[in-house]
């Protein structure tokens, strides 16, 4: 039992860093990513005035839009890039379960989302004019859920749209919908942390639904990966 969990652990660890790899070695995806999320950033800084008390009530909502169409950028890269040389076939006929296939691709896109998360966090704060670091430990909770409650979906989603030629279309409209509940936690958690108010049992709901979400789609993709992968 020891050895298989050991073999299944150096599948995941093999798929994760191939992806990182093959990402960092030509930026596409996460240039994209970051330049738009600060576009994005930017633009919401013209369109409400920092200085109100009524943009930094809401800020925590227009931090998760950037982060859900900026991170969509790089998920939908997640199974694309294999496509050329008939790479996606090969990793299905490949001896290792479809659950490892999903947990490398998902923790690269992970790991690759919260890094245009924390460049882009600062500039927020400039933006909007609000002290994000006063509640940071908690914030970075939040961030972290929310941002895998994203990557799991998307990831799952990225392999039931790779074959489909609107793909970069079908990914957004499949997957928003299902993150509404998980969005709604992160946004209603965040807007709270950047005004300096901590978690506490009034709020702490939002934070049970974000965990429940995580673990429920994360059993669910697991479960249905072979199925989305083979047809």
Known sequence: MGYARLGYARQVATIFTKDLRAELRTKEAINASLSFALVMLLL???????????????????????????????????????????????????????????????????????AVELIALPLFGIFYNVKWTSQFPQLMMVIVLGTWAMTVTGTIFSALTVNIRLREVMLPILNFPILIPALLGAMQLTSSLVAGKPITADNDAWLKMLIGFDVMYTAVSLVLVETVLVG
Not at 48 to 74: C, H, K, M, Q, Y
Not at 78 to 88: I, K, Q, T
Not at 91 to 113: D, E, M, R
Request: hydrophobic share 55%; glycine share 8%.
């Open 44 to 114: 919401f800084s013209f369109a409400f005035d920092p200085s109100e008390e009524t943009t930094r009530e809401i800020s925590g909502g227009l931090l998760w839009i950037v982060f859900a169409f900026a991170g969509t950028l790089l998920l939908n890269r997640s199974f694309a890039r294999e496509l050329g040389n008939d790479c996606l076939d090969a990793l299905i006929a490949a001896p290792i379960p479809g659950s490892a296939l999903f947990l490398g691709k998902a923790l690269a896109n992970f790991v690759l989302v919260m």
